[in-house]
């Protein structure tokens, strides 16, 4: 599979062919911009946040999705979990510096999509602020 | 729901509650990180593509995935689509100006993510270019 760079118009400067379903930036890729991913990178980038916390911050995720989607960004190091020795344990959330970086380009690309995104058709505009 | 950000730290600037399952901005960011949408519109940054070289550049997308991945983005107008009125008619698709701005923050993600990952560890490296 080495040297299979399998996209069209692909250049020399190609250091992956993450169009493979065994690259392993592929894999990351789909984790980050997955179903729940991308919101649960986003509500972090303000805050770090407890479970039930980011819970009812993105509307319609389970909790079964929720503890899945974290599970897989923090084996990419993308999130951070800190247990709390209390009772009940507390468990926080946040990002790393990588997952930092990651969540600018889709911050980018959730400002790029609001902002097209005609006012007068917005039911679930926060703010009457322009 | 006017006004309901339910975000944990949303600032006045914010303009949509895009952690609504209801807000159109949602749907699009959600339509652009799809398990496929990302990879169709990262393969159309570079050249118009026809149906089967699409295919052919996306490893393990179906038929089915592929016409349904791109309905979508050519109804989000991300993507437009050519009929040339040939016997069979030859269909292209090319990123619209919008599409061209969002594909941005996607490529950025994905440059981020495989400047990430150690060469060494990448069994589909698609040249010995460094």
Redesign the interface.
Same mark, same amino acid.
Request: glycine share 6%; hydrophobic share 40%; aromatic share 8%.
């Given at each position: 599979?080495?040297?299979?760079?399998?996209?069209?118009?692909?250049e020399?400067?190609? !250091?992956?062919? $993450?169009?493979?379903?065994?690259?392993?930036?592929r894999d990351?890729?789909?984790h980050?911009?997955? !179903?729940w991913g $991308?919101?649960v990178l986003?509500?972090l980038r303000?805050?770090d946040?407890r479970f039930f916390?980011l819970r009812?911050?993105?509307?319609?995720i389970s909790e079964k999705m929720l503890a899945q989607t974290l599970r897989v960004l923090v084996q990419d190091a993308l999130v951070w979990r800190k247990v709390e020795p209390t009772t009940p344990p507390q468990v926080t959330y946040g990002l790393t510096e990588?997952g930092r970086?990651?969540s600018?380009?889709?911050t980018?690309?959730?400002d790029?999509?609001?902002r097209?995104?005609p006012?007068a058709?917005?039911?679930?505009?926060?703010?009457a602020?322009?």
């Amino acid at each position: 599979m080495v040297g299979g760079l399998q996209f069209k118009g692909a250049e020399p400067g190609d !250091r992956y062919d $993450v169009f493979h379903t065994d690259c392993p930036a592929r894999d990351m890729v789909d984790h980050v911009t997955s !179903r729940w991913g $991308v919101w649960v990178l986003i509500s972090l980038r303000r805050n770090d946040l407890r479970f039930f916390e980011l819970r009812e911050s993105i509307h319609g995720i389970s909790e079964k999705m929720l503890a899945q989607t974290l599970r897989v960004l923090v084996q990419d190091a993308l999130v951070w979990r800190k247990v709390e020795p209390t009772t009940p344990p507390q468990v926080t959330y946040g990002l790393t510096e990588f997952g930092r970086e990651v969540s600018e380009p889709l911050t980018d690309l959730f400002d790029l999509i609001t902002r097209r995104l005609p006012p007068a058709d917005a039911p679930h505009r926060s703010r009457a602020d322009d």
